[in-house]
């Protein structure tokens, strides 16, 4: 275990260790020519983010930190033993792969067909619903240290795009987001400014009552 901000792994290593997320939020980014980021998925605490590693040997993305966090490091060799010797491990992986994208088809969906407003509600949902269930929201309050620059970087908008949209959600009292802090006000009126359903994440029990 380690604790680490800013890049994890970067687009053409050849790693030989995946990792899982002890604490924290990390995100996978790609570049493009023109050196702009478009962060293509976000994991919270309990997620392997680079299970494709221990087949694909070179990476296809980067892997960064958004949040100061812990990671714990499992090697390849490991993790290819574990699951030739326990085939019930094998297929949890390659359903946590599965799902991994199913999001990324969600957010394809949510960048490129819905409109600023709902693409930053819908992410704001993903987030409060992954957060509760890895067991870091209290009181109804997600600590969520993430720049609008970052946010901005996920649903395809500037910063100052981002600010607005969130000033407006603020606006319309579906949330408040005191320092780092994320509160959803309106849980439903979130939920359907988003379109928001949390299907896709196939989490046991997605609800969360706010």
């Known amino acids: ?13 050849r790693p030989t260790n995946s990792f899982i997320v002890l604490d924290g939020v990390v995100c996978s980014y790609k570049h493009t020519g023109a050196g702009k980021r478009q962060i293509t998925s976000f994991f919270v605490a309990g997620d392997l983010p680079d299970l494709h590693g221990i087949h694909l040997a070179v990476m296809d993305c980067s892997f960064s930190s958004m949040t100061p966090g812990k990671l714990g490091l499992i090697r390849h060799s490991a993790l290819r033993s574990i699951c030739e010797q326990r085939p019930r491990v094998a297929t949890a992986f390659w359903r946590s792969t599965l799902i991994d994208a199913a999001i990324y088809r969600e ?7 819905r409109d600023a407003y709902a693409r930053t509600a819908h992410m704001l949902c993903e987030l409060i619903v992954r957060l509760r269930f890895a067991g870091r929201i209290e009181d109804h309050v997600a600590d969520l240290p993430i720049t609008q620059a970052a946010l901005g970087d996920a649903v395809g908008l500037s910063a100052v795009h981002v600010n607005r949209t969130l000033q407006a959600l603020r606006g319309d009292g579906l949330i408040a987001t005191p ?19 949390p299907t896709y994440l196939h989490l046991k029990d997605p609800d969360v009552a706010f």
């Not at 320092?179 to 359903?197: N, S």
Request: aromatic share 10%; proline share 3%.
């Open 107 to 113: 957010w394809v969906t949510n960048v490129g067909r």
């Open 1 to 13: 275990m380690f604790r680490l901000t800013g890049d994890i792994v970067l687009e053409g290593d």
């Open 179 to 197: 320092g780092t802090k994320l509160r959803a006000l309106d849980w439903p009126g979130l939920v359907q400014a988003g379109e928001f359903d």
